[in-house]
């Protein structure tokens, strides 16, 4: 299979990673790079300067996205910043091919319609980067839902802060996508995961309120905190799950906690640790992953894209579930701004 | 303050509790007397099971009263209140007007109707007043507050703070559907009645300039009050979410308060306190064996002696600011948007409600 990655910052260089890793030789695989920035970045994401990383993986790389395009692809990861994600995967459906788009999938609106269009016409597989998805925790976290081991759910609390200049301490802070509004920046969409796995586990929210800002001493033009309010519905009863955002945080911290009538469950992300307490049973579950590596996510994630090309399947994050998560993340903007409930059809 | 009289108003499970330590905290000569309109509780032990040897009269040899008129015309010098909340305001009130000193159960009433009045008389005439918010006493969470007020963590980014409980199974000795938390018309409701983790936020940073609120009744159990309230509150720099929840099988009671330069998390399970610096570096304080009662020791002890007109100044402001965060919750409730804190209910000089300086 040809795989072309637009964008040759730190995930699309993990993507070439895991692509090889997971169809060794069976992938051919090139670039389009536009900065023509010369580093390399390991998955501990340390940061090799003066390597042109193509030369580094042994790929090709265009100058040209339409010369890039002509080299057919199967597929296409669009990995460049948020605002440039919709043209570049317009262009790659257009021309036939696959497509993993990083997320966020975008920074508005625009244009979603035509990639949907496209990629129904088409019968091509459309697949958003939320690998918070693949975690074996999250994952077990979301079978004990459909289980309803926890009963109906009463609230829920997701929180995840960063340090925005120590995610990618090889590069200015200041220049990357997440600080600037003009690339799609800020944290609502830049930390989105909590926003999708709540979408994930609790289904899109009838309202959304959000409050926050730029409240750190962070040169950026962009929200650095936000405090999102989500209003769900499962099986007729409504609660509030409020999501916490933010990229001032050292050290990070990210966990989740759900309260249901006959149980709770709370993971931390970062101690890797939590627990499911079933009320009715008298019983205590411990919920970890004793083998979990954060690469294990990426690894899944790809082999799942690729699977669904080779069987025409629908991926676990899917066009829609992307363009779900990010009409809450645009509303929440919404609302950060206005003081207001936006209502989400 | 000289106490030679105290007066109880409400001898329920928390009225009982205030009276079982007030005896032990008061000099033997001190004459205890109660009010009790529908004695209806019978005498609690310290873990709230009934001794069905004794009357509530007899064990603390109390002077029963058949009005509150007749109570008040006594003369007592201090004056307990732990009715039902809606009823907290004429005996407070009459208290004052009486010149009798105000020990009050939180919440100071269901609504601040008349709050100023009361807080003008007791300032004129020189009472003390105090509410029980008494995890202002909880040495782990004092800690905690002093570490955010002092920098330890930075300026403040965001906090979280929950509590869930299960009203059912609070006063196992009467039908949980007659207690005052889940009736409307006695002062009930989960804002209210779990106010404590309000009046932390508002202890810890002050009072919000404004929130949102979402909730209502969201358990299986159909009350007419909110079992569940979710607010956000809004400062000028960060916000504050806050979850309360009383139909909740399993107790639990934490907060986690993140700021520029590390997080404290505190949970009262384990009754740990963390605080972690930017380093990842981790200072860790825990008590399990806590008692839950050292906490109400500690308030009363506090007030009993060495009570002062500042100290009476930050108890009105306690009372007024958390039930300004109930008033604004409420409307939020109804209207789905932000709503305003009002503050015009707190003093016009020198707020003790100080904001943490960013």
């Known amino acids: 299979m040809k795989f072309l990655i637009c964008g040759l910052g730190s995930i699309g260089q993990r993507h070439v990673r895991m692509i090889r890793g997971t169809l060794n030789g069976d992938a051919d695989i090139a670039a389009y790079r536009s900065r023509n920035l010369d580093f390399v970045v390991s998955d501990g994401l340390e940061a090799t300067f003066g390597r042109k990383p193509e030369e580094y993986y042994g790929i090709r790389a265009f100058r040209s996205f339409q010369e890039a395009l002509s080299w057919k692809p199967d597929a296409v990861f669009v990995t460049n910043p948020t605002s440039m994600h919709i043209a570049t995967a317009i262009e790659a459906a257009k021309a036939g091919c696959h497509i993993f788009i990083e997320k966020p999938l975008a920074h508005d609106e625009r244009e979603l319609s035509e990639l949907s269009q496209i990629v129904s016409e088409k019968q091509l597989v459309c697949m958003i980067g939320y690998q918070l998805r693949y975690h074996p925790s999250y994952v077990h976290i979301k079978a004990l839902l459909e289980q309803n081991a926890i009963g109906p759910v009463t609230s829920a609390d997701l929180h995840c802060g960063e340090w925005l200049p120590g995610m990618h301490p090889y590069e200015d802070y200041r220049q990357s996508y997440a600080a600037r509004q003009d690339l799609g920046g800020g944290v609502i969409l830049c930390l989105s995961h909590e926003i999708d796995i709540a979408c994930w586990l609790f289904g899109p929210p009838r309202a959304v309120r959000a409050a926050g800002g730029n409240f750190s001493d962070l040169q950026m033009d962009v929200e650095d905190t936000a405090d999102i309010s989500l209003c769900c519905a499962r099986a007729g009863r409504e609660f509030e799950v409020l999501v916490h955002l933010d990229f001032i945080q050292k050290p990070a911290t990210r966990y989740i906690q759900i309260a249901g009538e006959n149980g709770s469950i709370a993971f931390d992300y970062h101690a890797n640790e939590g627990d499911v307490r079933l009320l009715r049973q008298g019983e205590t579950q411990r919920i970890a992953s004793d083998r979990f590596e954060r690469n294990g996510m990426f690894r899944q994630e790809v082999s799942n894209f690729i699977d669904c090309i080779k069987n025409r399947t629908r991926p676990r994050v899917s066009l829609e579930d992307g363009i779900a998560t990010l009409k809450i993340c645009l509303a929440a903007k919404r609302s950060l701004a206005n003081g207001k409930a936006e209502v989400l059809p | ?358």
């Open chain 2, 1 to 358: 303050m000289r106490i030679s009289k105290v007066l109880f108003v409400g001898l329920g499970g928390a009225g009982q509790r205030q009276l079982r330590i007030f005896r032990q905290i008061l000099p033997e000569e001190t004459v205890l007397s109660a009010y009790r309109h529908t004695r209806s509780t019978p005498l609690l032990r310290r873990d709230f099971t009934v001794d069905d040897w004794k009357t509530v009269e007899a064990a603390y040899r109390l002077r029963i009263f058949d009005s509150l008129e007749s109570a008040f015309a006594d003369g007592p010098d201090l004056t307990v209140v732990s009715t039902p909340t809606a009823c907290h305001r004429e005996p407070m009130m009459m208290a004052v007007a009486s010149g009798s000193g105000v020990f009050v159960e939180k919440p100071w009433a269901e609504n601040l109707e008349g709050f100023a009045t009361f807080r003008d008389q007791v300032r004129a005439r020189h009472l003390p007043f105090q509410i029980s918010f008494q995890r202002r006493f909880h040495p782990l969470i004092g800690r905690a507050r002093q570490a955010v007020r002092t920098g330890a963590i930075g300026r403040p980014v965001a906090a979280t703070f929950s509590v869930y409980s299960d009203v059912r199974m609070w006063h196992p000795y009467e039908d949980w559907r007659s207690l005052y938390a889940v009736r409307r018309e006695l002062g009930g409701g989960v804002l209210l009645t779990e106010i404590h983790e309000l009046d932390l936020a508002h202890w810890f940073f002050g009072l919000p300039d404004a929130l949102f609120c979402s909730g209502g009744n969201r358990g299986s159990e159909r009350l007419a009050v909110e079992d569940t309230a979710q607010l956000t509150l809004l400062y000028a720099g960060f916000s504050v979410q806050i979850t309360v929840c009383f139909m909740h099988r399993e107790t639990s009671r934490r907060f986690h308060i993140v700021g520029t330069d590390g997080d404290i998390r505190w949970d009262e399970a384990s009754n740990r306190l963390v605080v972690t610096g930017s380093d990842g570096r981790s200072g860790e304080h825990a008590d399990p064996a806590f008692p839950h009662d050292d906490m109400f020791v500690a308030q009363a002890q506090r007030f009993l002696k060495g009570w002062t007109a500042a100290d009476t100044l930050e108890a009105l402001t306690a009372a007024a600011g958390s039930l300004a965060i109930v008033d604004a919750a409420r409307r939020s409730l109804r209207s789905g948007g932000v709503e305003a804190v009002d503050h015009s209910v707190m003093f016009d000089r020198a707020p003790a409600a100080q904001r943490v300086s960013p």
